[in-house]
C-alpha cells in the first residue's frame, strides 16, 4: 500500500489540494444541504424516484450493517448491480464510513468476476443476482473467501437456505424479519457511521514494483494520458502515451489518424498501433472493420483520404489490415496490445 510523506501531505494541504475532509464528510454535508432534490433512476427493469434524502436513509442503514461487520475505513465493498437505486446507496454507504468501492460491471463472466473478487479480496461484495442463478455467485464468492454477500430482497430466501455465507447485507426494502436476521441492529445508523479519517488512506497497487512506476515523486498518478490545456484553461485529452507511435524520434497520435479513417465511406472500426520498423523503429499500421456489404480500401486510396483531409504525410499508415472484428476487453474496449503483439510476430517472422 502507498504512503505519502508526511511533508508531502502537509504541503498538499498549505497549497489547497488537501483538506481534513473526507468524501463522507462533503457527501454528508451536500446532503444536509438539499435533502429534497430529486434523484430519479432511469431504469426500464426498476426505475425509482424519491429525494436525497430517501436514498440517504437507506445508505445509512446499509452503512450501519457494514459497520457492524467491521467495515471501516480504507476496507474493500465489490459491487454488482445494475443502474439502481441500491448502486447509489452502496456507493453513499462506503464513503460513509471510509471504504473503497470496487464496482463491478455486469456482463464479466465467471472467469473475469472470480479473478476480480480474488485480486480485491473484498470484505464485503453486494451483487444483483438478476443476471443468472444465484448458485453463479455462491461458488465464486466461496473461492474467494469473501466474508459478507448482500442481494436484493427477493433473493434474500435462496441464500439463506442454504447457508454458504457468514453473513447477508439487504440492499433493497424486504421482509422485517429478514432484515432483523440478517442486519441485527435496530439503532440509528447516524451515530454510528461517522469515520474517523482525516486525510484518509492513500491507495496503490499490492504489487509495490508497481505503485513505484505508476506515481511520481509528489504522490501524482501518472495515468498515461495525454492532455491540451488552452488558453482558457480547459483541458482536452487527446490520447494516452500507450498508443503513441514514435516513428523515428516524431511522435505519431494513434487517435488523430483513427478519427479521419473513421471518417471514410464503410468504416465501422479504425485502430492504429505501433509497427516495428527497422529503420525508424516504429511506423503506423492501420487495423479496418468494415461495415456489412462494404468492401475496405486499399493503403493507396487510404493515404489519398488522409492527404486530402490535411493530415502530414509522416503521420500516414504504412500497413494497412482488416480484420472481421477486433481483440476485445470484457467491456468491449480493443485490446490494442494484442494489435501490436501480432503485428510484432508477423514481422519476426520475415
Known sequence: MR?????????YEAEGWWTQDTIGDLLARGLEAAPNAEFRVHSAARPWSGTFADVDHLARRLAAGLHDRKVGPGDVVAFQLPNWVEAAAVFWA?????????????????????????????????AAATFGRLEYQKDLVEDAQVPVVGVVGRNFDDLLADEPMQGVIPTA????????????????????IHSHQTLGFETGYTDDALTAKSFDDDGWYRTGDIGVLDDDGYLTITDRTSDLIIRGGENISAQEVEELLLTMDGVAEAAVVAAPDRR???????????????????????????EEAGLARQKWPEELH?????????????????????????????
Open 173 to 192: 426494502p424486504t421482509n422485517p424479519a429478514l432484515i432483523a436476521f440478517t442486519s441485527g441492529t435496530t439503532r440509528d445508523p447516524k451515530g454510528v
Open 3 to 11: 504512503t505519502v510523506p508526511a511533508g508531502l501531505a502537509k504541503r
Open 94 to 126: 462506503a464513503s460513509f464510513l471510509g471504504a473503497v468501492v470496487v464496482p463491478i460491471v455486469h456482463f464479466y463472466g465467471r472467469k473475469e468476476l472470480g479473478y476480480i473478487l480474488t485480486a480485491v479480496k473484498p470484505k464485503v461484495f453486494v
Open 280 to 306: 525508424l523503429g516504429e511506423h503506423a499500421a492501420a487495423v479496418l472493420r468494415m461495415r456489412p456489404g462494404h468492401h475496405a480500401p486499399d493503403l493507396d486510396q487510404v493515404r489519398k483520404h488522409l
Open 322 to 350: 482488416q480484420t472481421s472484428d477486433f481483440p476485445r476487453t470484457p467491456s468491449g474496449k480493443i485490446q490494442k496490445f494484442r494489435l501490436r503483439q501480432d503485428l510484432t510476430d508477423n514481422a519476426a517472422k520475415d
